[in-house]
């Protein structure tokens, strides 16, 4: 399975951004739709962008939807979370994962393959 390294973040006050990296060293990223999601302390692990294998398709679940972009770069084999106006409940563990179905899916059963995770805390 290819293996996923989340970079990017971090400590950021209310109304800040960052961006999260997910890469794939050594592999075609291609092959792979995408997806972000996030798991807070105490609470179930959710579904936040997917992009499909060439980009052309994207969904965003409503909580982050006009703040968060998701964008891939072929040629870097990275696929990138842009999150502006963060809230203090945006704080949470930000994974990415990879599944070879063509289109992204909401459901975390559909992805074979997890990075680590990125720590990200948004203070008020």
């Known amino acids: 399975q290819v293996q996923l390294v989340e970079s990017g973040g971090g400590l950021v006050q209310t109304g800040g951004s960052l961006r999260l990296s997910c890469a794939a060293p050594?592999?075609?990223?291609?092959?792979?739709?995408m997806g972000w999601f996030r798991q807070a302390p105490g609470k179930e692990r959710e579904f936040l962008v997917g992009?499909?294998?060439?980009?052309?398709?994207?969904d965003y679940a409503d909580s982050v939807k006009g703040r968060f972009t998701i964008s891939r770069d072929a040629a870097k084999n990275t696929v990138y979370l842009q999150m502006n106006s963060l809230k203090p409940e945006d704080t949470a563990v930000y994974f990415c994962?990879?599944?070879?179905?063509?289109?992204?899916?909401?459901?975390?059963?559909?992805?074979?393959?997890w990075g680590q995770g990125t720590q990200v805390t948004v203070s008020s």
């Open positions: 992009i499909s294998r060439r980009g052309d398709s994207t």
């Open positions: 994962a990879a599944t070879e179905s063509y289109y992204p899916s909401r459901h975390l059963v559909t992805y074979g393959a």
């Open positions: 050594g592999r075609t990223f291609s092959v792979y739709a």
